[in-house]
């Protein structure tokens, strides 16, 4: 059973979510709150695998949510997915930068939801290859890369897997790519966010860029 956990200050919103959420099965709406202090506190009691997390809230916004939740040990099986209007919104990259598993747009079609919610409790990626494409190349091209040290901990294997992580692959297709089992793939990406210190596959997709290991497309 996959447990959720809804923060928005936007009852519709709260209520239209939820209703989908309810018919599924494997899904389970452990409790709802109206803003980020709130949400904070009940992720502490509940402990949901994901916390879908409204991007502008009063008390408390979503990045402030997601870092506390990033900072607190007890916190780090609960995957954050921010959810905002606007797929381009400025804040989506700094909510990655402080430890969300992805972000969805508030208009997603319910299917997309539905498969979104159970992708982010796997720990797989959550971002499509073409936001990928567009989220790095507008807010990672301007500035020099950042760090590449980091990346000299890694073999060659997992550079591979790094690469094709943070071209949006899933687990399945890294391994028909690399031509080892799903298992194998899992375990590169797992010591290479290790390795590298990132909470999770979507952080280590934005420093997979920002290192310059990954090079965005101009498209």
Do not use: C, W
């Not at 793939?185 to 596959?201: E, P, S, V």
């Amino acid at each position: 059973m996959i447990r959720v956990l809804l923060v928005d200050d936007q009852s519709l919103i709260r209520s239209g979510f939820r209703a989908l959420l309810d018919l599924e099965d494997d899904i389970e709406v452990v409790a709802e709150a109206a803003d980020g202090g709130e949400g904070l506190a009940l992720l502490r009691e509940h402990l949901p695998d994901v916390a879908l997390v409204d991007i502008q809230m009063p008390v408390m916004d979503g990045i402030e949510v997601t870092r506390r939740i990033a900072a607190d040990p007890a916190l780090a099986s609960v995957h954050v997915v921010i959810l905002t209007n606007y797929g381009m919104d400025e804040y989506v990259l700094e909510a990655l930068r402080a430890g969300a598993a992805g972000f969805l747009v508030k208009d997603i079609v319910p299917e997309d939801f539905l498969h979104a919610v159970r992708v982010a409790a796997r720990g797989d990626a959550l971002l499509a290859p073409s936001i990928t494409r567009k989220l790095i190349h507008r807010y990672v091209t301007q500035p020099p890369p950042t760090t590449g040290a980091a990346l000299e901990e890694l073999t060659s294997r997992e550079r591979e897997a790094v690469v094709l992580a943070a071209q949006g692959l899933t687990n399945d297709q890294i391994a028909d790519r690399m031509v080892i089992s799903p298992m194998t793939a899992k375990t590169h990406i797992n010591r290479a966010m290790a390795k590298l210190h990132t909470r999770d596959r979507a952080q280590l997709v934005v420093l997979a860029y920002e290192s310059g290991l990954v090079a965005p497309r101009n498209r």
